[in-house]
């Protein structure tokens, strides 16, 4: 495997799946797993530990981590919302476990009916949970900060608010913070200055990676910002799945296609074959014959003559 | 009139329309460029003086200068194919003619049917006819180096090619260049360097503007390298309208309205008021109701509590 720039952590087999009513089969999930990884993609996040009342569409998370710690080289992720999700993701053993908290109170309290002073006892808790295992089988846990960029319901998000939550989220226990435009608020300047400011305060390996959504179409912009500051990992969604789509072209989660094609263009290599990705999408759109797909790398093709920089 | 850092120049009427095969009746045209520039847009191409025979589209841009010319504050641009057009248009006087000439030699002969020392020799026809003229009549000319990132016949076009063609441009008689990527196959690498490049050989002040298409949604990271690097003029055409359309959400120019919204959410003054802006898509959508418009920020609105850069 070739050295990689920039890590991409494809979160469409769980952001994507969720936002989707549709249920896809296990088998079908599986393949297209097992296709993304083929394709290069370093990371994968597989699911969420929620209870199956919930989103039936990722009732089978268990089985996925399982299915997909066995490809080698893959780092297989999962989002867990509580206590409770933690210990049924790490009685299957995943690499991450991202934890979700809501800068914003009034949507913390409104999607997870909890306050940040309950979130932040919860990973505590899951901390304790995983320092209770040998050090070889310690997943790697991830607090996202949610709504970090503005929020629907609050608008404006405070930047202090967001460094305090950062702070008290390693504080609690977490390896390692994300930031994330769980509303597709975020500007350029924003992505530059959160994330110079989370380093400046927590030390620059506590921040690698930022979660985007192209609500209004600014997500690959946004990128430019995250790669102009120097984040390395960057999550996104084949197809655009996920999300919430306003209009003819609006995915929630920036396209992995077209931010595989923007970060190759530049000379920065993503270990992805591009050959094998529109492969994995094929995979992606015979399992969700309904669901609309976006990106425009994968129709328009690669330019004549284009050379990727990672080997193809 | 509020003071603008970074000047749009929507491209719709021009790029976009003569891409639709429907005919927008001249009086919508007048009403939607009414509204372009009611909403704060400084720049409108209007039209191209092309054959009618050959684009029936855009038939009425004569017309359309004269009305357009009565705005006050806004520049008037068109397109000129060659000397004949460029004629056609001086009876009328727009502030701005830009002339095309393609970088890939095969691209230039098949779509132009015409040679670089053919167009370069109209160029500098049209010099001598524009400075025949008194001088507070005369048009800027620009010439728009297009495919200069690529070309989907010749594939990778080198850069020496482009940096040789800007200079015969200006040898030949324009005020200025343009960086036109055609085809879609620009990256921001490229977006810095052509510029950077350009500047060193000619100076500053003879490459402003960017035209830039979004075939493998990569425009508005594009964009963040033209803003990078200190390019002032950005086209746009509103709704995306225009260009070649490969996939749901794939537009050719990018989106006016999603570009207004990376440049203000970063506190950069466009000089657009948002509410008319999305009213002049509406004047745009009634015209063309068969014609599926682009663009996520419209439909997703602007964020709670967003204050843009320009007082609205």
Redesign the interface.
């Known amino acids: 495997m070739s050295a990689i720039d920039i890590e991409i952590s494809e979160v469409g087999p769980r952001d994507g799946l969720q936002s989707i009513s549709a249920i896809m089969p296990t088998a079908a999930k599986k393949a297209w797993i097992t296709a993304l990884a083929g394709a290069g993609i370093p990371e994968i996040e597989v699911g969420s530990f929620v209870p199956a009342k919930i989103l039936p569409q990722l009732a089978d998370t268990a089985e996925l981590v399982s299915h997909a710690r066995q490809i080698p080289g893959l780092t297989v992720a999962v989002l867990v919302p509580n206590l409770r999700g933690a210990r049924d993701a790490l009685a299957v053993g995943p690499h991450k476990m991202t934890i979700p908290l809501s800068v914003s109170e009034t949507h913390s309290l409104k999607n997870l009916r909890r306050t940040h002073a309950q979130v932040l006892e919860e990973i505590a808790a899951i901390r304790g949970e995983i320092d209770a295992l040998p050090a070889a089988n310690r997943p790697k846990l991830e607090g996202s900060l949610s709504t970090a960029f503005?929020?629907?319901?609050?608008?404006?998000v405070p930047e202090r608010k967001v460094l305090e939550m950062a702070e008290k989220l390693v504080a609690a226990g977490c390896d390692e913070v994300g930031l994330s435009d769980t509303?597709?608020?975020a500007?350029?300047?924003q992505v530059r200055k959160y994330t110079r400011e989370i380093w400046q305060l927590l030390g620059r390996d506590k921040l690698t990676g930022i979660h985007l959504h192209?609500?209004?179409?600014?997500g690959?912009?946004n990128?430019?910002?995250a790669l102009?500051v120097g984040l390395t990992t960057i999550d996104a969604s084949m197809g655009g799945i996920g999300g919430c789509p306003?209009?003819?072209?609006?995915?929630g989660n920036i396209?992995t296609e077209?931010l595989v094609?923007?970060l190759e263009?530049?000379?920065l290599r993503t270990g992805v074959n591009f050959q094998r990705l529109f492969e994995a999408r094929r995979v992606l759109a015979e399992a969700l014959p309904t669901t609309?797909l976006?990106?425009?790398?994968?129709?328009?093709g690669l330019?004549?003559?284009?050379v990727a920089a990672t080997p193809q």
């Open positions: 503005g929020c629907t319901l609050e608008g404006v509303t597709g608020f500007n350029p300047v192209n609500t209004r179409g600014q690959l912009a990128v430019m910002a102009e306003f209009a003819p072209g609006a995915s396209v077209d094609f923007l263009s530049q000379g609309e976006y990106g425009f790398t994968p129709l328009a330019p004549k003559d284009f």
